[in-house]
């Protein structure tokens, strides 16, 4: 029986995760989302839920995530508030052919894609300040097993975006998970 309980609650944690991002997301009717990393979905369809005239770009860099963030999101993608795609936006020439046009968003997020704190590749904070709506804001979510990693990852992001003229940018650290936030002007 205790397998049962681990098979069943990895999944249950993936999905409480996901609603903590999209309630601080604060996602209101009207907003153009982009996701960078979509993974398999849940997020993009947790923030459907709240879009009436609004849509969310969903992005993935793997076939699969893709393949199913498009299955869990089928009936929103028809409605047209959902739209996912296979793109790396680490990789200039898919960014550059996706046609992103500029100031296209709202908000930018990311959930525990760690590309925002390992090895930020170089021009990805200023291709996502480009997207960005003025007044826009990028928001960088992780969940790690202590309070130490996500306070490290916290300070590294805040670090990156400050010198990619983000301003204001806040970091918050909850126990085992960090939000940072930053506006474009």
């Known amino acids: 029986?205790?397998?049962?309980?681990?098979?069943?609650?990895?999944?249950?944690?993936?999905?409480?995760?996901?609603?903590?991002?999209?309630?601080?997301?604060?996602?209101?009717?009207?907003?153009?989302?982009?996701?960078?990393?979509?993974?398999?979905?849940?997020?993009?369809?947790?923030?459907?839920?709240?879009l009436r005239e609004g849509r969310i770009l969903a992005i993935d860099r793997a076939a699969s995530a893709v393949r199913q963030a498009r299955e869990r999101n089928a009936t929103q993608i028809r409605t047209g508030k959902v739209e996912v795609r296979h793109l790396d936006i680490t990789a200039a020439e898919d960014a550059a052919a996706a046609e992103l046009?500029?100031?296209s968003f709202d908000t930018i997020f990311a959930v525990n894609v760690s590309l925002f704190w390992l090895a930020t590749p170089p021009g990805l904070l200023g291709q996502i300040g480009r997207l960005l709506a003025p007044g826009g804001t990028l928001r960088v979510f992780a969940e790690r097993p202590t309070h130490a990693a996500v306070a490290a990852i916290a300070?590294?992001?805040?670090?990156?975006?400050?010198?990619?003229?983000?301003?204001?940018v806040t970091a918050t650290v909850t126990g085992s998970r960090a939000t940072v936030t930053g506006q474009v002007g």
Request: charged letters at 20%; proline letters at 6%.
């Open 101 to 103: 046009p500029d100031h």
């Open 155 to 168: 300070a590294q992001v805040s670090g990156a975006l400050r010198t990619h003229a983000f301003t204001p």
């Open 1 to 50: 029986m205790a397998g049962d309980g681990a098979v069943t609650s990895a999944p249950l944690r993936v999905v409480e995760r996901q609603r903590w991002v999209v309630e601080a997301l604060a996602v209101g009717p009207s907003d153009r989302l982009l996701e960078i990393g979509c993974g398999a979905g849940t997020a993009t369809a947790l923030v459907a839920e709240r």
